[in-house]
T-cell receptor, first 116, second 115 residues
C-alpha cells in the first residue's frame, strides 16, 4: 500500500539557495509533522498540521523556514537562503488522527539536504 | 533537561544473542505515552510499540518484548535471539498529555548484529 512519500530523496544546495521539500502523506491522514534529524541524533520537531491548519510551528529554527499544507494533503517545507547548518535529513510523518499519541506516526524515507 | 535518555549509543552483539536497549524518561504528567521506533539503514522510521502510562503490563511480540516500569521511569526493549535484520537505530520517544502532538525523542541506540 502507499506510504508516506517524500521528494526529492537527496538535495544538494549551494549556500544561499532556496529549496522546497515535498511530502505526500497517507491519504486521509489528518495529522502531518515535519522533523529535522541531524546525523546520529533523534528527530527534532519542526511543525505540525491538523488538516490544512498549521497548529504549531514552534520548532522551526528561523524565519527562513516555512511550511504549508494548503489543501490538507500534500505539504511543502521551504527553506530560504540555505545555510550550512541546515544540512540534515528532513522527515515527514502522518497519522490517522490528531496528535501523535492517538495513532502511530507513519514516516517517509526523508530528504537528505546537503548545503555546500 | 533530557526528557528521554538512551544511554547506550551503540551496541554490538553476535547473532542469536539476546540484547536489551534501555530507555529512561522524565515527565511530570500522569498521562503519557511511550514509543519505540526502528530506523533501518533505508532511513524510514518504523513504529514498533506504543504504551500508555496506565498500562504497566509487559508486552511480547514475537522476538520483541518491552518492560515498562514506572517506579524507575524506564521502558526497556529486549530482542531475543537477535538476527542480522535487527540491525538498525532504535529510538525511544515520549508524548505527554499537555502536548498531544509533540514527540520527544531519545538520541537513539545503534544496534549492530554480527553474523
Amino acid at each position: 500500500g502507499a506510504g508516506v512519500s517524500q521528494s526529492p530523496r537527496y538535495k544538494v544546495a549551494k549556500r544561499g539557495q532556496d529549496v522546497a521539500l515535498r511530502c505526500d502523506p497517507i491519504s486521509g491522514h489528518v495529522s502531518l509533522f515535519w522533523y529535522q534529524q541531524a546525523l546520529g541524533q533523534g528527530p527534532e520537531f519542526l511543525t505540525y498540521f491538523q488538516n490544512e491548519a498549521q497548529l504549531d510551528k514552534s520548532g522551526l529554527p528561523s524565519d527562513r523556514f516555512f511550511a504549508e499544507r494548503p489543501e490538507g494533503s500534500v505539504s511543502t517545507l521551504k527553506i530560504q537562503r540555505t545555510q550550512q547548518e541546515d544540512s540534515a535529513v528532513y522527515l515527514c510523518a502522518s497519522s490517522e488522527r490528531q496528535g501523535s499519541y492517538n495513532s502511530p506516526l507513519h514516516f517517509g524515507n526523508g530528504t537528505r539536504l546537503t548545503v555546500t | 533537561a533530557q526528557k528521554v535518555t538512551q544511554a547506550q549509543t551503540e551496541i554490538s552483539v553476535v547473532e542469536k544473542e539476546d540484547v536489551t536497549l534501555d530507555c529512561v524518561y522524565e515527565t511530570r504528567d500522569t498521562t503519557y505515552y511511550l514509543f519505540w521506533y526502528k530506523q533501518p539503514p533505508s532511513g524510514e522510521l518504523v513504529f514498533l510499540i506504543r504504551r500508555n502510562s496506565f498500562d504497566e503490563q509487559n508486552e511480547i511480540s514475537g522476538r520483541y518484548s518491552w518492560n515498562f516500569q514506572k517506579s524507575t521511569s524506564s521502558f526497556n526493549f529486549t530482542i531475543t535471539a537477535s538476527q542480522v535484520v535487527d540491525s538498525a537505530v532504535y529510538f525511544c520517544a515520549l508524548s505527554e498529555e499537555y502536548s498531544n502532538y509533540q514527540l520527544i525523542w531519545g538520541a537513539g541506540t545503534k544496534l549492530i548484529i554480527k553474523p
